[in-house]
């Protein structure tokens, strides 16, 4: 069966066949296109925009350093009105410097205390370093 008999077959999923290869063609250069002026269908503009964000997504339960994950946190408190964030548990975090502004979600934070910092010497190995109760001063926000 040639293309003429596969589009014949079925249309829609040949004409997608087609229709993705060109648009990941255009993707480079979707910044310059202004999609407002193309009459595209509205999903397909859907796909332009979300391909076309330059936004890096971030683990929300993370701690990042130089933007790498340097730990991963569990149970945070966040108070913004008094400008605090508390963490119970900060594991995974052998590459943080606590003593270096880090970035949780979008505040970026300066260790204030240090309840327990078990330097890595643990039961459970594959949680790394174990930081607990751990507050911080919310210097500013990203």
């Given at each position: ?12 999923k040949?004409l997608?066949?087609?229709?993705i ?6 993707v ?8 407002s ?12 925009e ?9 683990d929300?339960?993370?701690?990042y ?27 995974d975090?052998?590459r943080?410097e ?26 459970a190995?594959?949680?790394g ?8 001063e919310?210097?500013g926000?990203?």
């Amino acid at each position: 069966m040639g293309a003429l008999g596969a589009w014949r077959a079925r249309p829609a999923k040949t004409l997608w066949a087609l229709v993705i290869p060109a648009l990941l063609i255009f993707v480079p250069w979707t910044r310059d296109i202004d999609l407002s002026r193309i009459s595209l269908p509205a999903v397909v503009r859907e796909w332009f925009e979300k391909l076309s964000s330059t936004v890096p997504t971030r683990d929300t339960n993370a701690v990042y350093q130089d933007d790498q994950i340097v730990g991963k946190v569990e149970d945070a408190r966040v108070d913004t009105q008094r400008r605090v964030i508390w963490f119970a548990v900060i594991h995974d975090s052998v590459r943080l410097e606590l003593s270096r502004p880090f970035v949780f979600r979008k505040y970026r934070l300066r260790t204030l205390d240090v309840g327990e910092d078990n330097g890595g010497e643990t039961f459970a190995p594959w949680q790394g370093r174990i930081v607990r109760n751990v507050t911080c001063e919310i210097l500013g926000v990203e």
